[in-house]
């Protein structure tokens, strides 16, 4: 079955960069790997994704390993608003596209 | 530009009884998924409609289902509530289908079955 691991926590300073990784090992060749995160009482909201190559938003940047069996989501320098569950999904490609979420990692960021 | 819409907020059903939910997307979205919310099982794919379609399916029991109309509102409908069926429901509209973009969720519904 398809799986994503993401580490359950993690701790950040204010203004210093974060890298959230996400294991997706059962990816195939047209899968996205797509970030999502959700703040307290509200739904996820869209981070960036990407398919084989790196990828660059106003947000963050996506590394995505060689082999595309993991990613890792760079916040470039974290504020207090980024404090979230960050969420990575494996989404298939092709006409039955499920998306396969990790059980999100929760960023604390200490001002 | 509205969001999407997510109605009832919060609702509270006992075992045995049914629930229906309603998502009104982003106007001109045309995919509507849906997604369980569990502290246990995380976030969850329910299912897609496309144009009026079902375009794929979590691994949910027949239970669940769901239907979108021709304005892109979708609903979704569970029957013979069981308590662990407690969850937030959340939509998510996309332009495309749900694999190809972007998705912009509501604010989901919170059931409490007891």
């Known amino acids: 079955d398809a799986k994503t691991t993401q580490p359950n926590s993690m701790e950040s300073n204010e203004e210093e960069p974060v890298h959230l990784p996400c294991n997706h090992s059962t990816i195939s060749g047209t899968d996205y790997i797509h970030w999502y995160r959700q703040l307290p009482s509200q739904g996820p909201e869209y981070v960036i994704h990407g398919l084989t190559s790196n990828v660059n938003n106003r947000m963050a940047s996506l590394a995505i390993a060689e082999d595309r069996k993991s990613s890792t989501l760079i916040l470039h320098r974290a504020t207090l608003r980024d404090a979230a569950v960050y969420y990575c999904?494996?989404?298939?490609?092709?006409?039955?596209?499920?998306?396969?979420f990790g059980k999100g990692t929760k960023l604390s960021v200490k001002p | 530009k509205a969001g999407v819409t997510q109605t009832p907020r919060y609702l509270i059903k006992t075992r045995g009884q049914q629930v229906t939910l309603s998502c009104s997307p982003i106007?001109?979205?045309?995919?509507v998924s849906w997604y369980q919310q569990t502290p246990g099982q995380g976030l969850q794919f329910l299912f897609e409609?496309?144009?009026?379609?079902?375009?794929n399916k979590g691994n949910f029991p027949g239970r669940f289902s769901g239907r979108q109309f021709s304005n892109s509102r979708s609903e979704m409908n569970v029957s013979t509530l069981e308590l662990g069926d407690s969850a937030l429901y959340l939509c998510?509209?996309?332009?495309?289908?749900?694999?190809?973009?972007?998705?912009?969720f509501g604010e989901g519904s919170r059931l409490t079955v007891l």
């Open positions: 998510a509209s996309s332009l495309y289908a749900a694999n190809t973009g972007e998705l912009f």
């Open positions: 106007s001109g979205h045309r995919s």
């Open positions: 409609y496309f144009s009026e379609t079902q375009r």
């Open positions: 999904i494996h989404i298939a490609g092709g006409s039955q596209g499920n998306l396969i």
